[in-house]
T-cell receptor, first 111, second 117 residues
């Protein structure tokens, strides 16, 4: 299976704290993407990092990629209650048309 | 950004009946759409890749006669769960890429919660 794994499975923090989620994958990738899913809804794309990039920022999001360790991390700074959701990493293999999703991290931000 | 519309949002049906789920790209043409299945608190599992004008490509273990996919136009793909049974109860999500924009990220429909009684 090309599915990645994320940890922690669940994370609960206080509003204002930072949240870090990790993703590990198995195969060579073209890029790695992070998505957010509110309960019972579809996924929304957050950020994409290419295999030749090591770090990327977008607003309160910071993503790192270590291709030697086949891992990535998503940092959400200054969390808000509205950040409560599940977060998934997804990998696109070289030449692959589809994405394979990780197991997800359920983030709860307590007001 | 691009919008993918999925209907219905939820459906309850009796065992043995068939259910059709529609996935539309509203402001772009999608030659390829993807259908995922998600169980509670689990990840998305790719079921099949829907190709406009040709047969869908199914992932290993997914019954093509059970999950019929039709992609008759550049903006519409349908997934029909035939002779549904309680074990088919799940959250089904479609997605597509916008070929005119960033072709690497996926736009998702809002999902369909199927409950088979």
């Amino acid at each position: 299976s090309q599915q990645g794994e994320e940890d922690p499975q669940a994370l609960s923090i206080q509003e204002g704290e930072n949240a870090t989620m990790n993703c590990s994958y198995k195969t060579s990738i073209n890029n790695l993407q992070w998505y957010r899913q509110n309960s019972g809804r579809g996924l929304v794309h957050l950020i994409l990092i290419r295999s030749n990039e090591r770090e990327k920022h977008s607003g309160r999001l910071r993503v790192t990629l270590d291709t030697s360790k086949k891992s990535s991390s998503l940092l959400i700074t200054a969390s808000r209650a509205a950040d409560t959701a599940s977060y998934f990493c997804a990998t696109a293999g070289t030449g692959a048309n589809n994405l394979f999703f990780g197991t997800g991290t359920r983030l709860t931000v307590i007001p | 950004g691009a919008v993918v519309s999925q209907h219905p949002s939820w459906v309850i049906c009796k065992s043995g009946t068939s259910v059709k789920i529609e996935c539309r790209s509203l402001d772009f043409q999608a030659t390829t759409m993807f259908w995922y299945r998600q169980f509670p608190k689990q990840s998305l599992m790719l079921m099949a890749t829907s190709n406009e004008g040709s047969k869908a490509t199914y992932e290993q273990g997914v019954e093509k006669d059970k999950f019929l996919i039709n992609h008759a136009s550049l903006t519409l793909s349908t997934l029909t769960v035939t002779s549904a049974h309680p074990e088919d109860s799940s959250f089904y999500i479609c997605s597509a890429r916008d070929p005119t924009g960033d072709n690497e990220k996926l736009f998702f429909g809002s999902g369909t919660q199927l409950s088979v009684l």
